[in-house]
């Protein structure tokens, strides 16, 4: 009987709770968005759906999509036009297979996760390609391929830029590395060296450019290039590309939080005083499931805010920079990304030859190599050859 | 009756992935069109790493999806998006093409087929009793690949019934040869890619 819970119930448990979740998500998240782009905007966002705040709007916006027509283009490749959002779809839901939402609390502990999950994540692109070209129309090609060449090329620095975290922490398991960042908020990963601290950033920055939102969204650009690869795309099939967008994103700022950010450790070490103070939530590192169930609940609040924190400024990005143009994205990623996570893989690489003391060695370290980064940084984007042809380029030759 | 159930469960579970491999990549063979060729290949790699990940082989799963998925399928993409003329292009195979690719694959199966039947599965077996017995892994009941993977590291092969050549340096030239191939590639593809930008600005 146990047999049957373990290997049956448990794992269709654990999947329908994801898979629930991953939906809710996207109705947060899109509510989300209305209103900080209202905010950042100067205005109120939807206030009419559900009271004061426009919290049905959502609702609403899924019941218009669920009763619109499912167009199917005459021209397309009607299996492949069908089948290519549900792609989408499993590789943004693999990912949400291996996270921790708490110590232990993952559907399925991997020694890998963080490669399992940057490699399912991948697989997502396949599903825009599929869908460009099954739409038989040259414009959803062209933006499938636009947006396809982006999210690979931004995969790379995306990848290796996690690498300092994977060496500081010394381990690919998520529970593992979040659970060494308990404690006070500077034994956080990102704040181990410099390195990682840059690293931690220009994670975001990628992360943000391989889930295709602003600034890096010009294959899309729903106000002039109506979305690139899905324009054929109506109703259910369209929301499914959506929903799977938002989860990839709460997917790719979920490793941030995990590899960089403390994981589901808040910036205080709350469970250790109210240990200290006799008030038992539970111990973090216990074995089993329920005797530690405050605990991790504290924890799980602490990690779905801080993945709605760095949501909220891929949002505040958003709605605060202009589009940069495609060939500007890829010269961003090919001639700047690029080498800046190199270096700074080198340097996470020598940080621990270097500085070995735990104190006064390691502020000192900080600081110079924190004033070093900044002066490499300065001069790669300043150098006056990038000026000159910036301006040529924006001229057209 | 249940608990055969529960039990078969995950060997289930693999012959369904494997069936569903199988059938992907039979499709890939028979489809005419090349995207959906190239859209079979995906699902045939994808559960190939899905055979990977059901036998707790996480990273070889993870890195089948990132290499093969991730990257050649773009490439296969890429490749087929900018050869096709038209949309939907439908192949056309000659009866010649069709028996070359029958010896070929009839080879490579013969081969498959030929290395599984003369391997020693019993070491499997022993090198689990003795990882479970808690003795070390030596050379009489280590894992079959074990002793491959060594001589490709260049350790000299011990069990004369393995290798030929006992006093050699195991497969590490042939090894190196073949990586140097792919940086050859590489490069040469990079040659290539460079010289039509020149011509372009040129002219």
Known sequence: MSDLIHKILLPLLYTVIIMLFFQLQAIIFVWLERKVSGRIQDRLGPTRVGGKFGWLQTIADGVKLLLKEDLIPRDADRAMFRVSPYIVLCGAFAAFLVIPFAFQWAAQSMNVAVFFMLAVMSVEVFGVIMAGYASGSKWALFGGMREAAQVVSYEVPMAMNIVPAVMASGTMNLNDAAQMQAGWFWNWMCFHDPFTFFAAIMYLVCATASVKRAPFDLAEAESELVAGFHTEYSGFRWLIFFMAEYASMLAVAWIATLMFWGGWNGPLPVAQWLTKAGITLGTWDGPSFIPNVGGRILGLLNFIAKGYTLIVVMMWVRWTLPRIRIDQVMKTCLKYLLPITCFLLLGAAAWPLFVRTRQGGQIGGFVAAGLLLLIVGKAIVSTPKSAAQGRREIVYK | ?203
């Open chain 2, 1 to 203: 009756m249940i608990q055969t159930l529960i039990n078969s469960w995950p060997n289930a579970l693999f012959y369904m992935m494997a069936l569903v491999t199988v059938a992907c990549a039979i499709a890939v063979v028979v489809t005419q069109n090349i995207v959906r060729a190239a859209v079979w290949l995906l699902f045939t790699l994808t559960g190939t790493a899905g055979l990977f990940f059901l036998l707790g082989a996480d990273f070889v799963g993870a890195t089948q999806l990132l290499i093969y998925v991730g990257g050649t399928m773009i490439l296969v993409i890429f490749g087929v998006m900018l050869t096709a003329r038209g949309p939907f292009v439908q192949m056309k195979t000659a009866s010649g093409e069709w028996t070359l690719a029958a010896i070929v694959g009839l080879t490579l199966f013969g081969l498959v087929s030929g290395t599984l039947i003369s391997t020693d599965w019993s070491r499997t077996k022993k090198s689990e009793a003795a990882v479970k017995a808690g003795e070390g892994i030596t050379e009489a009941n280590s894992p079959t690949t074990m002793q491959l993977g060594l001589e490709f590291l260049g350790v000299p092969p011990q069990n004369p019934k393995i290798s030929r050549d006992p006093a050699g340096i195991g497969y590490l030239l042939p090894f190196e040869i073949v990586s140097v191939h792919l940086l050859v590639v590489l490069i040469g593809a990079a040659y290539l890619a460079r010289a039509k930008r020149r011509k372009a600005t040129t002219s």
